[in-house]
């Protein structure tokens, strides 16, 4: 079964991420998953200072902002999808990434399987 696993990282009161993960640590786990055969693809993702919003309002009309101006203490910082047996082991490999240390937070959803 296919699971998308996003990454939120936690931030500080001054908006800056927060946390401890190394670049060593990911590469880590970029390694033991890919190795593992359950990773088909993911990606951090930019700053969330280039990040563009999009709304469409009551008549159809295109409203476009700078960044996603969530009130939140978090940020979506990239995510990963694998292809694991069950949720039990998509949690287990939440649970290795580095994005769920320091605050971080991991979102497991399994992907919709519509006929097409």
């Known amino acids: 079964m296919k699971y998308l696993m996003l990454i939120n990282a936690s931030l500080t ?15 880590l786990f970029y390694k033991e998953i890919k190795e593992a055969g359950v990773h088909l ?14 709304r469409v309002g009551e008549h159809g009309e295109r409203v476009v902002t700078d960044g996603p101006f969530a009130e939140t203490r978090e940020v979506l910082g990239g995510y990963f999808v ?11 490999w939440a649970a290795r990434c580095p994005g769920a240390r320091d605050g971080g937070s991991i979102v ?9």
């Open 41 to 54: 693809h993911g990606n951090p993702l930019a700053d969330v200072t280039a990040a563009t919003t999009v």
């Open 108 to 116: 497991v959803r399994p992907l919709a399987d519509y006929p097409g």
């Open 13 to 27: 009161a001054g908006g800056e991420v927060a946390g401890g993960c190394t670049p060593e640590g990911w590469e």
């Open 82 to 92: 694998v292809d694991v047996p069950d949720l039990d082991v998509a949690l287990d």
